[in-house]
Nanobody, 120 residues
Framework: QVQLVESGGGLVQAGGSLRLSCAASGSIFSINGMGWYRRAPGKQRELVAN???????DIAVSVKGRFTISRTNAKNTVHLQMNSLKPEDTAVYYC??????????????WGQGTQVTVSS
């Protein structure tokens, strides 16, 4: 059983910064990748950023240059540093982890979500 717990969300003014963190715990053999998705009201969930166990990152065009993703492997933790926040960044942010099992299969896990609200 694996759990993902997010923290760091909140209310900030446009131009401000927030740092999201997500810690994975439980029966973990190996984490292939961890990342962040977000869902604004009335919209589908979209990828924000992802980082693999090799350190390769994928960042959405809409946040590139403003957001940075990093991972602390020893703590099974992923961080999303969000700078120069815009009102359109307002959404519920969800942590995602793809776990690899000894026999080579993969499985997705999701956090409960943390609210990020950016005022104009």
């Amino acid at each position: 059983q694996v759990q993902l717990v997010e923290s760091g969300g909140g209310l900030v003014q446009a131009g401000g910064s927030l740092r999201l963190s997500c810690a994975a715990s439980g029966s973990i053999f190996s984490i292939n990748g961890m990342g962040w998705y977000r869902r604004a009201p009335g919209k589908q969930r979209e990828l924000v950023a992802n980082i693999t166990n090799s350190g390769r990152t994928d960042i959405a065009v809409s946040v590139k240059g403003r957001f940075t993703i990093s991972r602390t492997n020893a703590k099974n933790t992923v961080h999303l540093q969000m700078n120069s926040l815009k009102p359109e960044d307002t959404a519920v942010y969800y942590c995602n982890a793809v776990l690899r099992f000894p026999y080579g299969e993969f499985k997705d896990y999701w956090g409960q979500g943390t609210q990020v609200t950016v005022s104009s």
